[in-house]
């Protein structure tokens, strides 16, 4: 346990600081589950080129096919919040993984079109599930000396399950034509069997139980991913203090209601506090930016755009494809050991300067190559960087730090249904991106669709600038007030909060 200091602040000891071992292994498991949906998103950028020539389909339903995943995971994301506030957070986990693998089995089947693109509808749904769950999942289990790493696992997950994906690709094109791409979708099954065994290693989410009244239970799970008894008696207390939870003389008194989410759509939208609004305010952009500033594009059509800077040969096409998974999980891997150390508004803001610049580059190169008469190895040079430093950036601060935060700032009663209406938007941008991106090279050239990217990049600059506070070192019951009016003038002074600063302000009831 830490000691206070003469502000009233606790300052937690090293014991403190260490990274709780059974938090991490319950975060890993649960961020399996987020595998599973980069493998969707991976496995369909090489395999959209085995299925065109396959069942002869054509450029629009290849963009459906691509985007309609994302479109169904908005379903999947506007139900997911109320369901974990009923169900829990770990039964959402495993019904998202029973979704995915039912998608995955028809994807697999594949035997026309129509099969392929209902298996693909399933797999969104459970997608939907996915985006929302892992990250509130590990939030709600960790410290705020460790929850920048362990909530940015999901993200790193996605990243690997793209790869796999990648590899898969690659592998699987040596098959018959008939198999290769099916052998491709089916595979990403066989992760979700081996998740449903995972969930019965995981403990339900502390803050889950404390909103039903079960507070014995979240104080024991709370001694597993704690390093103390002192810290799993602190954490609880404002855990309680949150969900409006007090004490008399006969002990803990359990609330009148437990929370099972109602009402949190008409505090969310229809009349939230100002907190709560700014704290919207900030979910929604930065779910919003995430997309609009092109990652997507880059993860599902780089084949596409590698064949564009005049590289023709299929192999050579995915093995570049792999460079790019390769190089995303390199960056994110960096990331979650920064994250709790730098802070997220200085990655964030470094990110999306050197998206800018990469997108600037791709998009001029592009261009050259596009507009000249003969091959330009110095244009080719310049796209291809350009592709890998903006995965590089993207991966080092806004890919992460998009689940991070936003899972970390939306008070208690509100977090689960928050943070899915964020995956909401995340989805629609995803599928928006993901439908039109051919469409829209094809209108405006695909240099110039890269340069409006960057235009968005600079706008998502300004506005986490001047929106996003840091929230590094500071406890999820600490969020609302972070974001309260009379901390504004505190949050530009001091942008960046000391880790562990382990202050624990009394906050209004939420």
Known sequence: MGVTNASGDIIPSKSDEKRNKYACVCAIIASTISILMGYDTGVMSGAMLFIKEDLKISETEVEVLAGILNICALVGSLTAGRLSDW????YTIALAAIILFVGSVLMGIGYSFAVLLTGRCVAGVGVGYALMIAPVYSAEISSPSTRGFLTSLPEMCISIGIFIGYISNYLFAKLPLIYGWRTMLGIGALPSAVL??????????????????????ARDVLLLVTNSEQEADLR????????????????VTKPS????????????LLRPSPSVRRILIAALGIHFFEHATGIEAVVLYSPRIFNKAGIEDRNHLLLATMGVGLTKITFILVATFLLDRIGRRPL???????????????????TMIEHASEKLIWAIALSIIGVFTFVAFFSVGLGPITW??????????????????????????NGTISMSFISLYHAITIGGAFFLFA?????????????????RGRSLEEMEE???KKKRREIEVEPFPKVNSGRHTEISKI
Do not use: H
Request: aromatic share 14%.
């Open 404 to 429: 991070v935060y936003s899972s970390e700032i939306f008070p208690l009663r509100l977090r689960a249904q928050g943070a899915s209406l964020g995956v909401a938007v995340n989805r629609v941008m």
């Open 236 to 251: 609880l207390q404002e855990i309680k203090e949150a969900a409006g939870i007090t004490e008399d003389e006969n002990g």
């Open 482 to 484: 972070l974001f309260s």
């Open 196 to 217: 449903a065994f995972g969930i019965f290693a995981m403990p339900e989410s502390p803050r889950w139980l404390v909103m039903q009244g079960r507070v014995k239970e």
């Open 455 to 471: 235009g968005f990049a600079v706008l998502a600059w300004f506005f986490f600038f001047f929106l996003c506070p840091e929230t």
């Open 87 to 90: 169900v829990g957070r770990r």
């Open 348 to 366: 964030l803001l470094t990110s999306l300067a050197g998206m800018f610049l990469s997108l600037t580059m791709l998009g001029f190169g592009l």
């Open 257 to 268: 209601n437990p929370s099972r989410g109602e009402g949190v759509w008409k505090e969310l």
